[in-house]
């Protein structure tokens, strides 16, 4: 592995290579400098020019040196990114550092070299700009203030996450875990209704931009539980931030009002007409952020290991099918596991009209204690189930599906336990084999069917 420092010998790029090269004797990695001849030079003035760039080149790598053993210095003509990568550099680079700033760009060339190493996502690329908190970090001088964007529910994170455990062996960082997510949509995800006459609603209820306290939980767990242990020195605060529109605008907000001195973002590496569809995140954010960005490719993510399963959810109609997927969750979790019974009220004829209730639509109220004592009365008496936690809950859904997802989100369980029987079963608000079926292949989670016997 290798730390890789594209420069021009501009000063920017001075200050960039300083930094790679302090990272690379932090490591113990060796310092590839990658000297690049961004200048349009006539023909004729071609031989002059490359041997003065690699006598600065040559004088660079021996300043370097007082920071990292080993530095390699190799010049290279134009600034294409494929001649200034190649595959074994790609293949062996733990880290690209690069001046975010300093780059010429000719008139059908908009983008900067910072912008087209990321783009390239052959290795994680710091662009760095010129302020004295990175390097002041890599000397072990102070601690630094690190926001990574993480969304629950995409693998760009873990990229992200990846780097900032390398991160965090280098030097302490204190850690702010962004999140830009929609107010709307997340309500829609967990299920919680939003009643007609809104002013009945509390002024923070009532906002677009708004997150109500139950949405906000589960946001902050999900983010947590993505970041997992983050070992070394600094705090981690977990940041919600709700918005409309371009992610990269909000997270540019977020590192601006918290003076944050690197950002570090995952890709997806869209190409072509992708990314004007779609556009780029990342970057939006490392064209205009104010200080220093780190752009991570999905290649450099740790593998997830998925642990055994500690909670489950399992969705109760009252038949010995479901009884039997109660008795196989109840095994999988183990003792000091967590075990949800959840009981979906179909909305039928006149239930479907709106109700003026704000939240999780709860069981009708006729039948709502009812439901929940016969939940708790199908709790196993045994010695095993006594050292699972169990939690019960009654909800009314047009779409029973539906209603099991969106309590899956909530709750955050590891798998959902379905009973499913050959046998129709006459029982009020019955789950049929379809209900299985749709949950297999619209669920987040791991769904394990439980025929009966």
């Keep these: 592995m290798a730390i890789i420092c594209a420069t021009n010998l501009s000063a920017d790029a001075a200050h960039a290579a300083t930094l790679a090269a302090t990272i690379a004797g932090r490591l113990g990695e060796p310092l590839l400098l990658l000297g690049v001849d961004d200048d349009v030079v006539p023909d004729a003035q071609a031989p002059d020019a490359l041997s003065t760039a690699e006598g600065g080149l040559a004088e660079e790598a021996a300043r370097l040196r007082a920071f990292v053993g080993t530095v390699e210095p190799r010049m290279q003509r134009g600034a294409s990114v494929e001649t200034l990568l190649g595959e074994e550099e790609c293949r062996s680079a733990r880290l690209v550092v690069v001046a975010a700033e300093g780059w010429r760009t000719s008139p059908w060339r908009k983008t900067s070299l910072a912008e087209r190493l990321a783009r390239h996502g052959c290795a994680p690329v710091l662009a760095v700009r010129r302020d004295t908190a990175l390097l002041d970090w890599a000397r072990g001088r102070r601690r630094l203030l690190v926001m990574v964007g993480v969304d629950p529910r995409s693998a760009t994170s873990d990229a992200a996450i990846t780097f900032l455990r390398e991160l965090r062996r280098v030097g302490g960082c204190d850690v702010l875990a962004t999140y830009v997510c929609s107010p709307l949509e997340e309500r829609e995800r967990l299920g919680i209704h939003t009643p007609v006459h809104v002013e009945r609603l509390d002024a923070r209820e009532r906002t677009m931009e708004g997150l109500e306290p139950l949405v906000e939980r589960v946001l902050q767990r999900e983010v947590r539980e993505r970041l997992g242990d983050l070992e070394g020195e600094g705090r981690v605060e977990v940041v919600l931030e709700p918005g409309y529109g371009r992610p990269a605008d909000h997270l540019l907000h977020v590192a601006h009002a918290r ?36 752009c991570i490719p999905p290649g450099a993510r740790e593998p997830r290991r998925l642990p055994p399963p500690r909670s489950a959810l399992v969705p109760v109609d009252f038949t010995q099918a479901s009884g039997q997927a109660i008795a196989q969750a109840c095994s999988l979790v183990g003792p000091g596991g967590r075990v949800h019974l959840l009981h979906v009220h179909r909305l039928r004829g006149r239930e479907r009209g709106p109700r003026d209730f704000h939240g999780v639509l709860p069981e009708p109220d006729s039948e709502r204690d009812r439901v929940l004592k016969r939940l708790w009365a199908q709790v196993p008496g045994d010695t095993v189930a006594r050292a699972v936690h169990w939690s019960v809950e009654g909800v009314s859904g047009e779409d029973v599906a539906v209603a099991i997802c969106q309590a899956t989100e909530r709750e955050g369980v590891d798998l959902v336990c379905v009973g499913t029987s050959p046998h129709r079963e006459v029982a009020p608000d019955v789950l049929e084999e379809t209900v299985a079926r749709e949950l297999v292949v619209r669920c987040r989670r791991p769904v394990m069917v439980v025929p009966s016997v």
């Design 259 to 294: 003076s944050v001195e690197l950002t570090v973002v995952g890709m997806h590496l869209r190409g072509g007409v992708q990314r004007l569809w779609h556009g780029s995140v990342s970057e939006g954010v490392l064209r205009h952020a104010e200080r220093s960005v780190a």
